[in-house]
């Protein structure tokens, strides 16, 4: 008997997790499911299907024989314990329901792998995270103190893996730009190998965006149990309690609204333009500008990641690809549902302390990490210099050499920031900026 090759659309999947637009998507490749086999094994294949297997990498072969005077062709391909009988074959994009899909199977590998160091979670965060060079401890040795280990031996195996088509190697590296890829912990690249680096359409946002390796970065610094027991920072030394937890959002949000203040304040210092303006207050100006540290792209991935490791990764044992599909089933296409759960969450973290409702808090959150106090009044101030102050602008950026930017770019992002996240929620401002 044939055996059926399943070849699976692009579509929603249980979860009704949202696609994003098709003029958006882009076929990267084909993944196949596979099953061990004992010994080498030829399996037939329907004529219809010879294509589709030679996608993901097999030799289709042909038998010919005779029926009297008519002639029969049979297709086939081997399989053997390398490479195992293919048991479905799914078309992989660059939207969300092939993301969480491709997440599954890295989950599986990591689940399989006897010598992995980390659990499966750490495992499956630390090999996407590495991929960038951004995000790991051969360009910044902050990140492994924030987000923890990556997982060398793991990601020395799953870079080999080739029998599925499309690897999981393969598919994670190509939303990384090519200046960016970690050949560090990664295989070295071939003589002439290149690829176009794509990013994964954003489900929720229409015609945006999420940056993949910034989101899985984020996610890891999030992530409650990140593996990460300590962090140091020149002299001092902060544990990962409730109290310092403010590390976390600082791998998140909070880092790119400093880092995006550091940048504003170069324009200043070289003596250039400012290319935004900060007396309008429009957040959008700064995610939509050029070579902005906090465009669109990274601003999803922040409020996406930041929810899903608050909302479902710190409170249950659900694996990454579960919580991803609870979260954006849940965000049901609604861009407001997406900031409602970010404002949530922020402004429930237990280091932050203060007499006002969620929303209030947050807003007070983001004067905080640029180092400015948000008084009920709604007068800021420059922020008194305590334990958590001192070092906010030093963990995850240090080019500054220690000094804040200028009070008016900060006070501009803060407010700015506040500003988007509250209207966007459909709230209104508790404290009047």
Known sequence: MIP????????????????????????????????????????????????????VGRTVNVRFWLDGSQPHYDYYYTAAHNDGKITAIRQIRNDMDSLIYMVRQLEKDANICSFKTLDERNTVLGYVRSLSDNYTY?????????????????????????????????????????????????????????????????PIDHGHFIDLPHFFASLDGTYNNTGASLVSIGDISVGLTPQTSFIRDLTSWAGDLQQEAQGLQSF????????????????????????????????????????????????????????????????????????????????????????????????????????????????????????????????????MGGSSPDSDIRFYLSKSFAIYVVSNAGVSLDITL
């Open 268 to 399: 200043r210092e070289q003596g250039r333009a400012m290319p935004i303006s900060l007396s309008s207050f429009d957040f959008s100006q700064t995610l939509s500008r050029k070579n902005s540290f906090f465009s669109y792209d990274d601003f999803s991935a922040d409020l996406d990641s930041f929810s899903i490791a608050k909302g479902y990764l710190d409170v249950s044992d659900d694996a990454i690809s579960d919580a991803m599909g609870y979260y954006y089933s849940h965000l049901e296409t609604n861009r407001q549902n997406r900031f409602e759960e970010f404002l949530a969450n922020v402004s429930s973290d237990a280091w932050y302390s203060c007499s006002n409702g969620p929303v209030g808090k947050f807003e007070k959150m983001a004067f905080n990490f640029l180092s400015l106090n948000l008084h009920d009044d709604g007068a800021v101030e420059e922020l008194a210099g305590d334990i958590y102050s001192s070092v906010k602008f030093d963990i995850m950026n240090e080019y």
């Open 138 to 202: 051969s360009s910044h040795d902050k990140w492994e103190r924030t987000a923890g280990d990556i997982g060398r031996r793991f990601i020395s195996a799953e870079d080999q893996v080739t029998s599925h088509g499309l690897s999981s190697y393969a598919f994670f590296r190509s939303f990384v730009e090519q200046s960016n890829y970690n050949s560090y912990d990664h295989r070295s690249l071939y003589a002439g190998e290149s690829w176009q680096a794509s990013s994964v359409i954003d």
């Open 4 to 55: 059926l090759i399943f070849v699976y659309p692009i579509v929603a999947s249980a979860l009704c997790v949202p696609v994003g637009t098709n003029s958006q998507a882009k076929v990267l490749g084909y993944y196949a499911e596979v099953e061990d086999v004992s010994q080498v094994t030829e399996v037939d294949i329907d004529p219809a299907d010879v294509e589709i297997v030679e996608k």
